[in-house]
């Protein structure tokens, strides 16, 4: 059985994947972005294995949350596949957090000073800062 089929811009990666492991569900993703084509397996909350284009495991999924565009299909299918991961999801969410820090990408400082409202950098336990993990339009 699959899933209806969910646009990034319209749904966030990061809520997807953070409800698969509080739930502990299973299932495959597949993901559509111009060329780049992906997968995810998921068995009880834990990520098996993950490619994305040229990218396969941890940095997979961390590209994928980087995508901006693009179409997210579930299947609760568990597609076959070598066992390459042992991240869990919240530690690629925080590792995707840290990284959108570090770049700079969280908080767009011209939007804080136009609006003279202070921005406080994103807090990673706190589950709405998920949200953040999509790259604001440039």
């Keep these: 059985?699959?899933?209806?089929?969910?646009?990034?811009?319209?749904?966030s990666m990061?809520?997807?994947?953070?409800?698969?492991?509080?739930?502990?569900?299973?299932g495959t993703l597949r993901l559509l972005s111009g060329q780049l084509r992906g997968a995810l397996v998921i068995s009880?909350?834990?990520?098996?294995?993950?490619?994305?284009g040229q990218w396969t495991g941890d940095e997979a999924v961390?590209?994928?949350?980087?995508?901006?565009e693009g179409r997210l299909t579930?299947?609760?299918?568990?597609?076959?596949?070598?066992?390459?991961?042992?991240?869990?999801?919240?530690g690629l969410l925080l590792e995707a957090?840290?990284?959108i820090d570090e770049?700079?990408?969280s908080v767009d400082s011209e939007d804080s000073?136009?609006?003279?409202?202070?921005?406080?950098?994103?807090?990673?336990?706190?589950h709405r800062t998920t949200v953040q993990l999509k790259r604001p339009n440039k």
Excluded: C, Y
């Design 14 to 26: 990061a809520e997807t994947l953070q409800g698969m492991e509080f739930n502990r569900r299973s």
């Design 44 to 52: 009880q909350g834990r990520p098996l294995w993950a490619t994305l």
């Design 103 to 105: 770049n700079g990408d």
């Design 62 to 68: 961390l590209k994928m949350l980087e995508l901006e």
């Design 97 to 99: 957090s840290r990284r």
């Design 113 to 126: 000073e136009s609006s003279g409202d202070d921005v406080a950098p994103p807090d990673p336990l706190d």
């Design 1 to 11: 059985e699959v899933a209806p089929v969910g646009v990034l811009h319209e749904i």
């Design 74 to 90: 579930i299947s609760q299918d568990l597609e076959p596949g070598k066992t390459t991961m042992h991240s869990t999801i919240t």
